[in-house]
């Protein structure tokens, strides 16, 4: 059977909002965990009943228990989206989707769908003109302690599936953000809506195993492969190919001598943007 309720860890970011507000068309009951407060959406205060929402840290392993409990499965988006010490990568990344698959095998959720990165192979050079595209076994190469963080939690997905059968799709996601902002981004955007395309069809294909998949939209400029995301079922719609014109007039087109350029991980391989918080 499909499964109805899902736990969205990382509710209250940027990719957890924009999947709250889709992903329930598809037939999901949410329910919301995160460490900061998850406010409600705009536009419908007051109007539906809140989805359930539990404020836990990732460490807190009785809450993350409590928090799976029921449900069909999880959408894992928690953590910490960008380069960061190695000491709150490990607390966040490491140690927190460790405590959230313990939580899944106690509670004998079956499916998780995670969320890695393209920083996972982020020092992978960039398809340039008629080269292949990147194939979904390529060696992961970090280019942080966060795509570090990433390749962890896609090994460990192996893991929990080949000692207790519990199932994952990591997602290597592009850039999941309304629209693409850069140039790099024309090759590694997902739209909202493709996101959302995507993470259904990681919740409802069978026997995935744990399957790995780059997650973007059908992008005309796209660097990898999406065969094992469109054998889930995924059907993209988007393109960022009407961006192009534009991004290009005000940026250039990507420098083949800039080694910010030089790899899928595009300014994560030379200067990372840093963790706020
Ligand atoms: P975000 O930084 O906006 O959201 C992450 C959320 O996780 C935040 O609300 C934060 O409070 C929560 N969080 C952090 N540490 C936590 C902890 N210890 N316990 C509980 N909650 C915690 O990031 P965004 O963009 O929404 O990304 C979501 C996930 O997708 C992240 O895992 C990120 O690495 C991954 N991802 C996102 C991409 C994107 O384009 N947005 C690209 C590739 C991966
Ligand atoms: C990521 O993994 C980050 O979480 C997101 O904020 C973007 O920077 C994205 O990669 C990207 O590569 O553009």
Redesign the pocket.
Known sequence: PSPRTVLL?????????LMRELLPSYGYTLRL????PVEPLPGRDGQEPAEETII????DRSALREAVRGVDAVV???????EASFEKIL???IE?TYNLYEAVREEGVRRVVF?????AIGYTPRPRDGDPLIPVDTPHRPDTF?GLS?SFGEDLAQLYWDRHGIETVSV??????PEPTTVRMLSVW?SPADGARLFHAALTAEGVGHTVVY?SSANTRLWWDLSSARALGYEPQDDSEPYAEKLIAEQGELDPDNPDHACVGGHFTTNPPIWPH
């Open positions: 860890t990382g509710a209250a970011g940027g990719l957890g909002t965990l995160d460490v900061a836990a840290d990732l460490a894992h988006l928690a953590g910490i989206s960008l607390r966040a990344n927190g969320a890695s990165s393209n920083h966060y990433k290597r996601i592009g850039s999941c953000f997902m997650g």
